[in-house]
């Protein structure tokens, strides 16, 4: 039997600002982990030839690995330029059953193949489609020395930790770029309560957009750096009883409002929105149930949700700026942390706060 959940009584829609969660983290949500690996290593081609390596991953493992199950999800994206492995069936069949892996487009098939591995050696019959997102960190990597290794690939997995979740140049975040200035890795969540329940919205982001947007591009700038685009990826988890058409509402959302909110360039940043939920999980043990209960949110609900994702969204990228700390790499290339001011430009609802 399939339960729709309504709000006990008539409320307007909250105006102030959603309290944050305990960890101010995507690990706020329930189950959920993070891992991550950072690979930072100057090195001699056989050429002679220096290479900086500045890459690694961020894994979000959404529940438990070693269980069988199945969680709703959506993806929503924009300008989509980024690799996304099993992108099509998991926007087919709108369930995850792997962890979500955010690296760089040439380890995209170490990743996948790592998960697999990881899987396996857990037990699991079922963890495919591995999801895995690449992005360009190429500004201050060379991507065709700074590979992964397996071993470095599972180890973050095993490591991934329920407590807060390191912020800044870290992980995937170690060689992004932002509005020309240090891009990383950041997070945030809020919680959300009706006449029935209290329930966390957790938001993990990183921030490699805003080339075009750049406050100080300075007028000798090279053509590459002026029209170069990037790529903003957000990935949410929640513990509301959502099914797919409305996690797809709510992603669609969020990536329409982020160009409004200036996160991002609508004309040429790419945005990667993924959510998922950690209510309604379906349990793939012995084979499955045969029929699913499940809980079902009033979609007259859905707009305090957006709201209150936004909210997480939006300081998850804050965050990934005000904690990055400056990076060189390729080409000799140095991109240090945006300054204050230009950071509360872009966050007037910030203004005069610096991330805890």
Request: hydrophobic residues 35%; contains cysteine.
């Amino acid at each position: 039997m399939n339960k729709l959940l309504k709000n006990t009584k008539d409320r307007k829609i909250k105006k102030e600002k959603y309290r944050p969660g305990e960890k101010n983290s995507l690990t706020d949500v329930k189950g959920v982990k993070v891992g991550q690996f950072s690979l930072q290593k100057d090195i001699q081609d056989k050429s002679g030839r220096q290479a900086f390596v500045r890459t690694g991953l961020t894994a979000v493992l959404p529940y438990p690995m070693d269980r069988e199950m199945r969680l709703f999800l959506g993806c929503s994206r924009v300008n989509g330029k980024d690799e996304i492995t099993g992108y099509e069936v998991l926007d087919d069949f709108c369930y995850l059953n792997s962890p979500i892996v955010i690296t760089n487009s040439f380890n995209v098939g170490r990743v996948y193949n790592a998960i697999l591995s990881y899987g396996f050696s857990l037990g699991r019959v079922e963890i495919w489609p591995p999801f895995v997102i690449g992005i360009d960190d190429s500004y201050l990597n060379d991507l065709r020395m700074g590979f992964l290794e397996e071993q470095d690939i599972l180890k973050a997995f095993h490591e991934a930790t329920e407590t807060k979740v390191e912020e800044g140049s870290v992980g995937i975040g170690l060689g992004l770029r932002a509005y020309s200035w240090k891009g990383g890795v950041g997070t945030s969540s809020r919680v959300i309560s009706f006449g029935f329940g209290r329930f966390t919205i957790g938001a993990l982001a990183a921030s490699n957009h805003g080339h075009e947007l750049s406050l100080t591009e300075e007028k000798s700038a090279s053509r590459e750096n002026q029209t170069r685009s990037g790529s903003l990826t957000v990935i949410l988890g929640v513990d509301l009883p959502l099914v797919p058409y409305q996690i797809r509402q709510i992603t669609s959302s969020l990536v329409a409002c982020l160009p409004l909110m200036g996160m991002a360039s609508s004309r040429s940043d790419s945005i990667n929105c993924v959510l998922f939920t950690t209510a309604n999980a379906m349990s793939m043990e012995e084979d499955g149930p045969e029929v699913f209960d499940y809980q079902l949110l009033d979609d007259s609900l859905l707009e305090e949700i957006i709201l209150a994702g936004s909210e997480a969204v939006r300081e998850a990228i804050f965050r990934s700026l005000a904690k990055a700390t400056p990076v060189g790499g390729r080409l000799g290339r140095m991109l240090e942390t945006i300054p204050e001011k230009e950071l509360h430009n872009l966050f007037q609802d910030f203004k005069g706060r610096v991330a805890e």
